[in-house]
């Protein structure tokens, strides 16, 4: 079910010779619905209409539901109206089991019923939906592209700026550097160790989650909240009590932390006093070094970061390998010119993508409730609606 369109075609290319298929897989073939039966699979919209097959038979996951039309009912219709967003949070209030493990039951979708219309009428409604959801799917897909360019473009001029600065006419010198050719002839080459201190987290208790330590007045970071950061880390889901602050070390506000495991190389400046486990270094700035510029600067050198790191179970970075790093540094007053013009930058660029994000967000609202109002009735397609629809999409084409 992970491999799955946004038009819920279900991707059917891994072939497997019949003697080498595991036993208690769900047989489906061409034209079922699947019907995500667990959560949150199935709160979170999944379903598949299995268009084409290259052999009469497939198998697959044992947590989906097949849903096989009657010759009255179209394929692709019966697809829209389980997915239809209404329906979806009726059959997840009639869930059954514990919870995080609940269930679509089989004779849940038995005793549902839907209500069709002629055969002839729910193909043209399923047509309008595929090309309608199609041309919504496309302005997405066009809108996160978009989102991609602006942080390509925000990450080349966040490189420019801390390692040749903002001023364009600044003569250069050769760098030093294996992965940079040129600096500013006024910056200086230094050791990441030599500019700030780098120490770091702590979390010695095991088992880790160990309930008699948490649930206290004092914030534990984890490495999402640093991916989840725009900047600044101001906010926080576990807490540690004084059993579990004395298995850990509290580090101050301000303090760069880096993820050096797990998504490794992510960045971001506490905006609290916590505490971190030992997948997260803090870096504290020395009297040279700028704190937003140090930010932008360990940005900047993500990829840098991830050649020394090391593949065990997962890929780590060693904290002592990070310090030993060479990086260019200006005079700290350059550095938070650089800092300052980077921070209107990042904000010029959130603003744009909040936007971005907004118009997602409403097209995804619209396309649920034209698959609502199309599979109930409340919008009626004629004729004339699907016609003048495929027109326009020619026309758009062109």
Same mark, same amino acid.
């Given at each position: 079910m992970?491999?799955?369109?946004e038009? #819920?075609?279900?991707?059917v290319s891994n072939?497997?010779?019949?003697e080498d298929?595991?036993s208690g897989? $769900?047989?489906?073939e061409?034209?079922?619905?699947?019907?995500?039966k667990i $959560?949150?699979?199935m709160?979170n919209?999944k379903? &598949?209409y299995?268009?084409?097959l290259p052999?009469?038979y497939a198998?697959?996951?044992t947590?989906?539901h +097949?849903l096989r039309?009657s010759p009255?009912?179209?394929?692709? @219709?019966?697809?829209?109206a389980?997915?239809?967003?209404v329906?979806? &949070?009726?059959?997840a209030e009639?869930?059954? #089991?514990?919870? %995080?493990?609940?269930r679509?039951?089989?004779?849940f979708l038995k005793?549902?019923?839907?209500f069709?219309?002629?055969?002839?009428?729910?193909k043209?409604?399923?047509a309008y939906?595929d090309?309608s959801?199609?041309?919504?799917? !496309?302005?997405?897909?066009?809108?996160?592209?978009?989102?991609?360019?602006?942080?390509?473009l925000?990450?080349?001029?966040?490189?420019?700026?801390?390692?040749?600065?903002?001023?364009?006419?600044?003569k250069?010198k050769?760098?030093g550097l294996?992965?940079l050719?040129e600096?500013?002839?006024h910056?200086?080459?230094?050791?990441i160790k030599r500019?700030?201190?780098l120490? =770091?987290?702590?979390f010695?208790? =095991?088992p880790?989650?160990?309930?008699a330590?948490y649930d %206290?007045?004092y914030p534990f +970071?984890?490495?999402g909240?640093?991916?989840s950061a725009k900047k600044?880390i101001?906010?926080?889901s576990?807490?540690l009590n004084?059993l579990?602050?004395?298995?850990?070390?509290?580090?101050?506000?301000g303090?760069l932390?880096?993820?050096?495991a797990a998504?490794? #190389?992510d960045?971001?400046?506490?905006?609290f006093? !916590?505490c971190?486990?030992?997948?997260?270094?803090?870096m504290?700035?020395?009297?040279?070094t700028n704190?937003?510029?140090?930010?932008?600067l360990m940005?900047?050198?993500?990829?840098?970061?991830?050649r020394?790191?090391?593949?065990? $179970?997962?890929l780590?970075?060693n904290?002592?390998r990070? #310090?030993?790093n060479f990086?260019?540094?200006?005079?700290?007053?350059?550095?938070?010119?650089i800092a300052?013009?980077?921070?209107?930058?990042?904000?010029?660029?959130l603003? +744009?993508k909040?936007?971005l994000?907004?118009?997602?967000?409403?097209?995804t609202?619209y396309?649920?409730s034209?698959?609502?109002?199309? +599979?109930?009735?409340?919008? =009626?397609?004629t004729e004339?609606?699907?016609?003048?629809?495929q027109q326009r999409?020619t @026309?758009?084409?062109k």
């Open positions: 992970e491999k799955v369109s038009d #819920g075609a279900i991707d072939l497997l010779a019949f298929i595991s897989l $769900t047989l489906f061409q034209g079922d619905v699947l019907f995500a $959560t949150p699979c709160e919209g379903g &598949a299995v268009a084409t052999t009469q198998f697959g996951s947590e989906f +097949v039309p009255q009912v179209d394929a692709k @219709f019966l697809y829209y389980t997915f239809n967003p329906y979806r &949070a009726y059959a009639n869930m059954t #089991g514990a919870a %995080g493990q609940k679509v039951s089989s004779r005793d549902t019923r839907l069709l219309p002629e055969t002839c009428e729910q043209r409604i399923a939906l090309a959801c199609r041309a919504i799917d !496309a302005a997405m897909a066009a809108k996160r592209r978009q989102i991609e360019v602006l942080d390509e925000l990450n080349s001029i966040i490189h420019q700026a801390v390692t040749r600065g903002i001023n364009l006419d600044t250069m050769p760098s294996d992965w050719s600096i500013p002839e910056w200086q080459e230094r050791q500019m700030c201190s120490v =770091r987290g702590q010695t208790h =095991r880790r989650n160990d309930p330590l %206290g007045p +970071v984890q490495t909240d640093i991916t600044y101001i906010t926080y576990q807490t004084e579990g602050l004395s298995a850990s070390k509290m580090f101050p506000r303090t932390v880096m993820s050096i998504n490794i #190389g960045v971001a400046i506490l905006d006093e !916590a971190f486990p030992d997948s997260m270094i803090g504290i700035p020395g009297h040279k704190l937003d510029f140090l930010y932008y940005r900047a050198m993500k990829g840098i970061m991830l020394s790191a090391v593949l065990s $179970t997962q780590n970075l904290y002592v990070i #310090g030993t990086a260019p540094f200006p005079p700290k007053k350059e550095q938070e010119d300052e013009y980077l921070d209107a930058k990042e904000q010029e660029a603003a +744009v909040e936007t994000y907004q118009q997602i967000s409403t097209l609202a396309r649920k034209l698959i609502h109002e199309c +599979v109930t009735g409340q919008r =009626r397609i004339q609606d699907l016609h003048n629809l999409m @026309f758009d084409d």
